[in-house]
RNA sequence: GUGAGUGUAGCCCAGUGGUUUAAGGCGCCAGGUUGUGGCCCUGGAGAACGAGGGUUCGAAUCCCUCCACUCACCCCA
């Protein structure tokens, strides 16, 4: 074998894809009746457009992007989340002149160059949406709504939904310094990622999983503590609105994110008991990423769900899934000649509506039969010498294994 | 980027007290009399044992390097 599939992406075998036309089936239709319209964006964009909006200290942008130089000098970049080229494509198509909120959704690969391990991918698939141009916590409400109905579709138990707000550019600041004070008193005692986190990124501090900085970040100043009136006011409004909704929610005082953009709400959905890694779907408020990108001031909030992790708990779960059509009819002959009317007749059925496959190659009927019945098609027509002469064909009920002459002229009938 | 484990046919794997036809199961193909599947029986195809190098008379089995996969950390979906 020269190649393989490069590492950290995977082939999604025949076998797999009825879970994908499952999951996106659900997905496209949650969006239609939250009244979200698909947008597909590049898959590469000019390279600024995610270090500005994702922030040049995450993760994300610092070592994982995947970003060439095209043969005109451009530097692009494979997109490492979605969010960033729909707001792109807002500004750049004129949405803001659109009523607000303008509601998009979108099922796009992902690029991130990481270690593959388990539910992590260097090309992976999410499926997300972005309502755009709306301040209004019942947005929120409704995002997260929608998120935990997509859930919900799917079957999948035992989720949680963690939720937390962090403020905007008007407060976080001030929580912010309140954080650095208090972790300034633990600076022997944090890990060494922590001490640049608190230089770097200090909102960061909070979500580190090492035993030694989790206790002190448990005691760590909470941002909802040190919010603003408007943005302690959305938050409340918000909860109440999830509780008008009925959406078991826990505040998680230790959710930030991972990229730079968002502000007040934050939330992501989790499987009981995962492992860190193991979210399923994450979102959040992201109010000032239009005006960063050249637009006017415009409140924003989205979701993006992971697809490779969702089929790993559908699996997980062993939800049934709905499984994918396929020919109803297998077409045998019992000779090299008769392999012409068995041609002509696939060819017709199809023409009325009926799919069907037929044999090939010179095999005995025998294995004709064989094949039909691992394929699992449920109908075989035998063309045969004796019956031809007057003008039928045999059907046979692979399921039950009985078999009747048929006129050739009502087949489409009976099959269809 | 760091750490650990693994690497034998399409898939699951046996075989490491060194040597000569590398075993089995699933799957695949063909037969089990004349034009018929799923069960059963028989037979067949399919592996230079991840790649390269080394030690040796001789290595899938020992040593080195590389690669890939898996898992974990970081971080995210």
């Avoid at 633990?186 to 035993?211: A, F, G, Q, V, W």
């Avoid at 970040?217 to 009136?229: F, V």
């Avoid at 089929?311 to 077409?331: E, G, H, M, T």
Wanted: with cysteine.
């Amino acid at each position: 074998m020269l190649y393989r599939a490069p590492r950290g992406t995977a082939d999604i075998l025949p076998q797999k894809q009825a879970h994908w036309r499952h999951v996106e089936q659900v997905a496209v239709s949650l969006c239609q009746g939250y009244g979200y319209q698909r947008l597909d964006c590049p898959v590469f964009e000019d390279t600024g457009l995610f270090t500005r909006s994702v922030g040049e200290d995450t993760d994300i942008v610092a070592k994982e992007m995947y970003t060439f130089a095209d043969k005109g000098g451009n530097s692009l970049t494979l997109r490492p989340e979605g969010t960033a080229p729909v707001c792109r494509a807002y500004l750049e198509h004129g949405m803001p002149n659109l009523p607000q909120p303008v509601k998009l959704y979108y099922l796009a690969a992902i690029y991130r160059y990481e270690r593959p391990q388990a539910g992590r991918l260097r090309e992976h698939h999410q499926f997300g949406y972005e309502a755009i141009g709306d301040a209004d916590p019942a947005i929120d409400a409704e995002v997260i709504d929608m998120a935990w109905q997509f859930f919900a579709s799917l079957k999948l138990s035992r989720l949680s939904l963690q939720l937390n707000s962090i403020g905007c550019k008007k407060c976080r600041p001030a929580y912010l310094a309140v954080l650095k004070d208090y972790y300034a008193g633990y600076t022997d005692n944090i890990c060494p990622e922590c001490k640049i986190r608190l230089k770097r990124n200090p909102l960061r501090l909070l979500d580190c999983k090492k035993s030694s900085c989790l206790q002190i970040a448990s005691q760590a100043p909470r941002s909802i503590d040190h919010l603003c009136p408007e943005c302690g006011g959305h938050f409340n409004q918000l909860k109440e609105y999830l509780g008008l909704l009925q959406i078991p929610f826990a505040v998680n005082h230790r959710l930030v994110r991972g990229l730079d953009y968002y502000t007040r709400t934050v939330f992501e959905i989790q499987p009981e008991g995962g492992s860190a890694q193991s979210t399923i779907g994450g979102g959040g408020r992201y109010d000032d990423l239009i005006e960063e990108l050249g637009g006017k001031p415009t409140p924003a909030l989205g979701f993006a769900a992971g697809m490779e992790r969702i089929i790993l708990n559908l699996k997980q779960q062993k939800i049934p899934i709905p499984p994918l059509p396929q020919p109803r009819v297998f077409i045998t002959y019992t000779g090299e000649e008769l392999k012409k009317e068995a041609l002509k007749l696939a060819a017709s059925l199809r023409k009325s509506g009926v799919s069907a496959i037929e044999a090939t190659g010179s095999r005995s009927l025998k294995a004709q039969l064989r094949q039909a019945n691992s394929l699992g098609i449920p109908c075989a027509v035998i063309v045969g010498e004796e019956e031809l002469k007057k003008g039928t064909v045999i059907l046979r009920d692979m399921t039950t294994a009985t078999q009747k002459p048929v006129p050739i002229s009502k087949l489409p009938k009976i099959l269809g």
